[in-house]
């Protein structure tokens, strides 16, 4: 006791040799099951730090195919290294040599999913057929192909098949290769219509002679993914279909942009389906007018048929050269023959209504006709027809008491909401347009999922693992609370507080507190009785103190009166 009383000893000092003196009064049995306590709640944190912590291995290959695989397990197996397998073509190597053994794989040319490549053409055999060497020579086109388009982010593996025909040297038996593409996609990843047609137009570019038209891409579903775009193809291919939806999404956007400064936001929601027409037409018409008086005409060609009779001179007898010569000079005369009449034709100086007769004079003449050719092109994606379907919700409005109530609209701004919208999409009657807006009372949106829903979703999901952690949980807490906590509270609990003079009267005395009740009964008879009540006072106080200090802590109790027997006093 005498360390308990030196006031140079720290005060944790103290605390540490209390503790230290309770958990040796402590019995063995209580020590054994404090030691196996611990041990339990530290084996089960241990358990749990090691069963979540990040795995060793680390993924090498996924999705390999069985040949594959066990080339790489048998490469694997001579470099050492040690692998695990998984479902799905899965090899597993420790997390600080994955690429490692990547890169030396890539060495040996593993993992040959994708096909090979042009390096097949450095493995010919001497004397091999031009049959055998097409047919490499293909091989190694679709193997180039599957590599190039597996380096998009979005594909896991590709397989390309080619179908080369057999060249002929007459043109109208030739046909055109061919190309089918699977896909198999990664996870939760899609090709866009942009990236499917860099596909389409890649492996028409390798290959020739080959078509856009001729190529067919396919993912691992069996989704056809391209479209063949020609005109013997009566439906809307995705370009078309995206053309219409957003022509419908603009005119939706400004209806409801109109309107909602009105509502405001979220209180109209519309509604447009357009009809398109998408069919190429060309038209060449002519036109002719009616027939013109032959003053404006225009003439086209004119001819003149004269026929006279034997006696007008003309050429006659046999060919030759006397026959054949030009006739002389014409000369108008300066007296008409005898029987001319005035202002008659004359031919060679002789009147053309002789006496003779054998005068025949026929004249064709031909006119252009007016004729008008017009040659029109209408364009693709006219739109033919216009519907919209407008909601728009009713209006806040107070009431006499101040609160707000939904009220439909009036005929009247029905009227003018009507024209607004007919306005924004551009209404036209003669093409069949139609407008129909309704004011109604939208529903309350309430979340369709809630924080309850979400947890009870996760428990269903994970009851498995929340069953074990919780027993865990149950476990930790009843070795702490139930056997670690009593025991420690035991060997921590702090010593009683005993008044001023009583710990030190029990030192000096070596514990005559015990019997001091009738020590200060005889001691006092002779004393006043000021002295004799305060004296009882303190007499009670220590008495108290004592009793409580062997209630609360007995074995500090037992360990002063052996201290007791030991002294010599």
Do not use: C
């Not at 038996?173 to 389409?200: E, F, K, N, W």
């Not at 407008?435 to 809630?450: I, K, L, R, Y």
Request: charged letters at 20%; glycine letters at 8%; zero cysteines.
């Amino acid at each position: 006791m005498a360390d308990l009383v030196d006031n140079a000893t720290p005060a944790w000092r103290v605390r540490l040799n209390e503790m230290t003196a309770r958990f040796n009064a402590l019995p063995n049995n209580r020590k054994i099951l404090l030691f196996a306590a611990v041990a339990a709640v530290l084996s089960i944190a241990i358990a749990l730090a090691a069963f979540n912590r990040d795995p060793a291995y680390k993924i090498l290959f996924t999705g390999l195919a069985d040949a594959d695989g066990g080339q790489i397990t048998a490469a694997l197996q001579q470099m050492n290294v040690p692998y695990q397998l998984g479902e799905g073509g899965l090899i597993s190597v420790p997390s600080d040599k994955v690429y490692d053994v990547r890169l030396r794989l890539a060495s040996q040319g593993l993992p040959k999913a994708g096909g090979v490549g042009f390096e097949l053409m450095d493995k010919q055999k001497f004397g091999i057929s031009q049959f055998a060497e097409q047919v490499n020579y293909q091989r190694s086109i679709e193997g180039e192909l599957a590599r190039t388009i597996e380096s998009i982010a979005a594909v896991d593996s590709a397989r390309v098949h080619l179908a080369i025909p057999k060249q002929s040297v007459f043109v109208r038996d030739q046909q055109l290769p061919t190309a089918s593409v699977m896909l198999t996609l990664r996870g939760g990843r899609i090709l866009d219509a942009g990236q499917i047609a860099g596909i389409v137009h890649l492996v028409s570019s390798a290959v020739p002679n080959l078509p856009v038209s001729n190529v067919s891409v396919v993912d691992q579903d069996g989704n056809l993914l391209s479209t063949v775009q020609d005109g013997g193809n009566a439906g809307m291919d995705r370009r078309q279909l995206t053309f219409v939806r957003q022509i419908e999404g603009d005119y939706a956007k400004r209806i409801e942009a109109i309107l909602e400064p009105i509502f405001g936001h979220g209180n109209a929601r519309a509604q447009v389906t357009a009809t398109v027409d998408f069919s190429e037409v060309e038209q060449t018409s002519e036109t002719y007018r009616p027939n013109s008086t032959p003053n404006p005409s225009a003439t086209r060609s004119q001819q003149i048929l004269e026929t006279l009779g034997k006696d007008a001179g003309l050429p006659s007898g046999v060919p030759g050269a006397m026959s054949n010569q030009p006739p002389g000079a014409a000369s108008a005369p300066l007296t008409l023959p005898p029987g001319a009449a005035p202002g008659t034709a004359t031919l060679s100086g002789l009147p053309m209504n002789n006496a003779s007769g054998g005068v025949h004079r026929e004249i064709t003449t031909n006119y252009e006709v007016d004729k008008t050719i017009q040659h029109t092109k209408l364009p693709q994606g006219n739109i033919k027809r216009l519907t919209a379907a407008v909601v728009v919700n009713y209006k806040m409005v107070p009431d006499n008491n101040g609160e707000a109530k939904p009220t439909p609209m009036s005929a009247k701004e029905y009227q003018q909401i009507t024209n607004l919208v007919k306005e924004a999409v551009g209404y036209n009657q003669d093409r069949g347009d139609s407008v129909n807006v309704v004011n109604a009372s939208f529903a309350e949106t309430v979340p369709t999922v809630t924080t309850k829903d979400k947890l009870i979703e996760y428990a269903s999901d994970n009851a498995a693992n929340l069953i074990k952690y919780g027993l865990l949980g149950i476990a930790v807490l009843y070795l702490l609370f139930g056997v670690v906590r009593p025991i420690m509270r035991d060997v921590m609990k702090p010593a009683p507080v005993v008044p001023e003079g009583v710990e030190g009267e029990m030192a000096a005395t070596g514990g005559r507190l015990l019997a001091v009740a009738g020590e200060e009964g005889e001691g006092e008879r002779g004393a006043n009785g000021e002295e004799k009540d305060q004296s009882r006072r303190q007499y009670d106080i220590k008495l108290q103190s004592a009793r409580e200090l062997v209630r609360t802590d007995p074995r500090m109790a037992a360990q002063i009166i052996k201290e007791w027997i030991a002294s010599d006093e």
